[in-house]
T-cell receptor, first 113, second 111 residues
């Protein structure tokens, strides 16, 4: 079982460059999420998608866009990367139910220079 | 702003002892509560979930929830060096069950 697959695992960008982080899940989950994790700040929600065709902003959406391409795939795009976007990015998915937590991907470590 | 607060630690316990991790949350509408374990350089891994007041046990782990006090805790019995990690408390909010995470407590179990 692959679970949640993220690509790439590492990326270095120059300020102003753009890139797309890819995420795919094979668990038939409706909900998908993008978080960033910075030292001492925990995980912060960037965007989420409650179902195919819908997306909503989280706590820190500025500088990002997302696409829910289909039920399996949820991508995160940085249009013009800034050093403040240096972080570890995690994609996650979940199914409905009170006790169901998230399954996380392995993360993308992004450095913007 | 919905908040989840955890003691940042670090918390050190000797092998075989009980480790106690605490978390408070601000949103009284929160319905589900989770504990994740994160090893350095790895992604968070779900270890416990709880949504009813009281205790829930799973092996060496016990989660405790008190909604009136807006408090959730995790006890790890017979702590092992392999339990050394950062433990993240997470709380659901919103119609899409978005999780709000605390900043984590770093636990070190000393052999």
């Amino acid at each position: 079982n692959a679970g949640v697959t993220q690509t790439p695992k590492f990326q270095v960008l120059k300020t102003g460059q753009s890139m797309t982080l890819q995420c795919a899940q094979d668990m038939n989950h409706n909900s998908m999420y993008w978080y960033r994790q910075d030292p001492g700040m925990g995980l912060r929600l960037i965007y989420y998608s409650a179902s195919e065709g819908t997306t909503d902003k989280g706590e820190v959406p500025n500088g990002y866009n997302v696409s829910r391409l289909n039920k399996r795939e949820f991508s995160l795009r940085l249009e013009s990367a800034a050093p403040s976007q240096t972080s570890v990015y995690f994609c996650a998915s979940s199914e409905e139910g009170l006790g169901n937590g998230y399954t996380f991907g392995s993360g993308t470590r992004l450095t913007v220079v | 702003q919905k908040e989840v607060e955890q003691n940042s630690g670090p918390l050190s316990v000797p092998e075989g002892a009980i480790a106690s991790l605490n978390c408070t949350y601000s949103d009284r509408g929160s319905q589900s509560f989770f504990w994740y374990r994160q090893y350095s350089g790895k992604s968070p891994e779900l270890i416990m979930s709880i949504y009813s007041n009281g205790d829930k046990e799973d092996g060496r782990f016990t989660a405790q929830l008190n909604k009136a006090s807006q408090y959730v805790s995790l006890l790890i019995r017979d702590s092992q060096p392999s339990d050394s990690a950062t433990y993240l408390c997470a709380v659901t909010s919103g119609s899409a069950r978005q999780l709000t995470f605390g900043s984590g407590t770093q636990l070190t179990v000393l052999p």
